[in-house]
């Protein structure tokens, strides 16, 4: 059975192909349109498909539109009500689902030779469940999918057992804890349905004194619910403008919330595992990419695992679509990876570089070779295999950077030219991990947050965050044998098994994902090194 995934309405298109129960290909639009989220979380927008994600994912497997037997819609309109009914604003609203309701024939347009008959909707939080549970390693596992909206509620707890899913509870809009987060974000001067880790990161600076107000309007339930009022955020702190100096009201606001939203978080998992039993807990959801909370979660929740979707938003739905209408037909297997984008053979990538004109090198092993620049103190760009799915650069299309320079913070942040208080991510092999981070080990997709032991802070300041946490990622040699590889050659050299890794991209810019991309973020920002693929071009001798 071949069966594309197709998520369009909200935000962050993406496609996904599932063949025969297995995982063949999933991308986001956004990394081929270059326009970051792929497009505006505007009613207006809901006619945009992710046109040429899914070609691709087609031409992957060497399939037409007409070889498809189904394409997963990742919404249905059926179970939509009027925004009014639902307590939400938004005027427009009807427009989506006129859009929504016309997806088969626009598909039918964008892919030629697809019929619209061959279209099936899936309601949006059956889809976010279906990229936690049946795309996870564990058959049997609770659910918890938690994100701003889908027809017409906001939340979803469940059970799979042998990967076939029981909803147990759902949260009716317009309680929502993802579009409560989102408010905060847009009254803190970011972007709504974007900016949300920006929020994370700066509440890490401020204390939680505005929590006891914020409990007064969203709080857990007793019957596996929450409530999320509208919260009067400008008697609390005004509002930030856009692009101004923040503040301490601000990082104490953002606290609160982020304080709150753990709570909620926990009290919804508790309720679940009474209902369950479950030891392991599946997340998805936009909140699901909340690191912090995910560790709270782990830390102090009655679940022995937690396993996160590395694709937790929206671009996942087009990936649990598809294995959701697969799985009513046959046997399903857990995503193999999350890189599941495009890549280039060696000599495709030999041709990007002639064609660029560039110098450049064919060394013995690129991992030394990075290795060696890193210990030199160069900033690297590392394009290698193929692109990661979802927002987490996981050693494939990253920034690298040596992690015993604090100032390497402050010069990375400037490289990418993004706000000062963000911080970056280390990567560690995973069987170095446990003696550095204390925390859910292993940790391959950057999903949750690591207190650094003490005496390894003054060693690798530049990964450790104002409040002495770290976002680690661990890496499996038998997984990413090349960044391992790069890994231990770096320790050789500095006696530190961990590399600064951030996502290859500059501010509002989608990571880079072909090699064009990749020789445009070097060219443009201070990099001293490309690794693209087994090649390295080094900007001295470009730029002699």
């Not at 494939?396 to 991510?425: I, M, Q, Y």
Request: net charge negative; aromatic share 8%.
């Amino acid at each position: 059975m071949r069966v594309l995934g197709v998520n369009a309405l909200f935000h962050d298109p993406a496609a996904a192909l599932v063949i025969d129960g297995q995982v063949v290909a999933a991308a986001e639009e956004e990394r081929f349109s270059r326009r970051k989220h792929g497009k505006r979380p505007l009613p207006f927008s809901a006619w945009e498909l992710p046109e040429l994600s899914a070609r691709w994912c087609l031409d992957q497997a060497g399939l037409s539109p007409a070889d498809l037997d189904v394409v997963a819609y990742s919404y249905d309109p059926e179970l939509a009500r009027p925004t009014a009914e639902m307590g939400l604003h938004d005027p427009w609203d009807g427009l989506r689902q006129e859009y929504a309701r016309r997806a088969p024939e626009f598909l039918a347009e964008a892919l030629p030779g697809l019929v619209p008959e061959k279209v099936r909707f899936v309601a949006h939080h059956v889809a976010h469940a279906a990229s936690a549970g049946p795309a996870s390693p564990h058959p049997d596992c609770a659910v918890l999918v938690l994100d701003g909206r889908g027809e017409c509620a906001s939340h979803l707890a469940g059970r799979y057992v042998d990967r076939k899913l029981t909803v147990l509870a759902t949260q009716e809009l317009p309680d929502s804890l993802g579009l409560f987060y989102e408010d905060l974000t847009a009254h803190l001067g970011f972007r709504r349905s974007s900016d949300e880790y920006k929020v994370m990161a700066l509440a890490s600076y401020g204390t939680p004194r505005f929590l006891d107000r914020l409990r007064e309007f969203v709080h857990v339930r007793q019957d596996g619910g929450f409530r999320a009022d509208v919260v009067p955020w400008a008697s609390l702190v005004p509002a930030r403008v856009a692009d101004t100096p923040w503040h301490r009201d601000h990082a104490d606001l953002a606290a609160s919330a982020q304080a709150c939203l753990e709570e909620v978080v926990l009290g919804l998992a508790r309720w679940l595992h009474a209902r369950t039993g479950e030891p392991v807990l599946s997340l998805a959801g936009g909140v699901a990419l909340n690191c912090v909370a995910n560790t709270r979660l782990h830390r102090e929740g009655p679940f022995r695992t937690v396993w996160v979707q590395p694709a937790a938003g929206d671009a996942g739905t087009a990936l649990g679509a598809a294995l959701h209408v697969a799985g009513e037909k046959e046997p399903t297997t857990p995503m193999p990876t999350p890189a599941l984008g495009r890549g280039w053979r060696d000599e495709e990538l030999r041709g990007w570089l002639e064609r660029a004109a560039v110098p450049y090198e064919e060394p013995e092993d690129i991992a030394e070779t990075v290795a060696e620049e890193l210990a030199r103190d160069g900033i690297v760009a590392w394009f290698q295999g193929r692109g990661e799915f979802g927002p987490r650069a996981l050693g494939h299309r990253s920034l690298l950077a040596h992690p015993g320079r604090a100032e390497n913070l402050d010069r990375l942040n400037a490289v990418k030219g993004r706000e000062e208080f963000r911080p970056v991510a280390p990567m560690v092999l995973a069987e170095r991990a446990a003696e550095i981070f204390d925390g859910p080990l292993p940790s391959p997709y950057m999903l949750f947050v690591h207190d650094v032991a003490g005496h390894w802070r003054e060693r690798v300041p530049a990964v450790v965050h104002v409040d002495g946490t770290a976002r680690v990622q661990t890496v499996d040699p038998a997984v990413e044998p090349l960044v391992a590889r790069m890994l231990g050659a770096f320790e050789r050299r500095t006696g530190l098994p961990v590399v600064v890794n951030t996502s290859l991209n500059t501010a509002g810019r989608p990571m880079a994902d072909d090699p064009r991309d990749a020789l445009e973020c070097f060219a443009s920002a201070p990099v001293d090194l490309l690794a693209l693929g087994p090649f390295a071009v080094r900007r001295g001798k470009v730029f002699a």
